[in-house]
């Protein structure tokens, strides 16, 4: 059975650092491209990060490119998201999602960890 199973979501102050994990099972995650997607109510699903099977590249959207950092472990099946000097603006509900390649359909999804920053 194929599980993203994300963590680490919370209520933080703005200015504040939080770190999400997507831990992977039933499929073979280190030769996945993985990525972090959000979506913000009444908003649609933005591009967040993403990182190659061997973190040999990294990719941002431009809301959050040097404030958050992506890396995985492919030795636990798990992606990470660090998030630094919080805004308000980055609350949302964070997704992590797997596919084979950039130009290959997104074949898994998580169910999502809420983040949000207080002003």
């Known amino acids: 059975q194929v599980r993203l199973v994300e963590s680490g979501g919370g209520l933080v102050q703005a200015g504040g650092s939080l770190t999400l994990s997507c831990t992977a099972s039933?499929?073979?995650?280190?030769?996945?491209?993985m990525s972090w997607y959000r979506q913000a109510p009444g908003k649609e699903r933005t591009f967040v990060a993403s990182i190659t099977w061997n973190a040999g590249y990294t990719n941002y959207g431009d809301s959050v490119r040097g404030r958050f950092t992506i890396s995985r472990d492919n030795t636990k099946n798990t992606v990470y998201l660090h998030m630094n000097s919080l805004k308000p603006e980055d609350t949302a509900v964070y997704y992590c999602?797997?596919?084979?390649?950039?130009?290959?359909?997104?074949?898994?999804w998580g169910q999502g960890t809420q983040v949000t920053v207080s002003s």
């Open positions: 999602a797997a596919r084979r390649a950039a130009t290959a359909p997104y074949e898994y």
């Open positions: 039933g499929f073979i995650f280190s030769n996945k491209l």
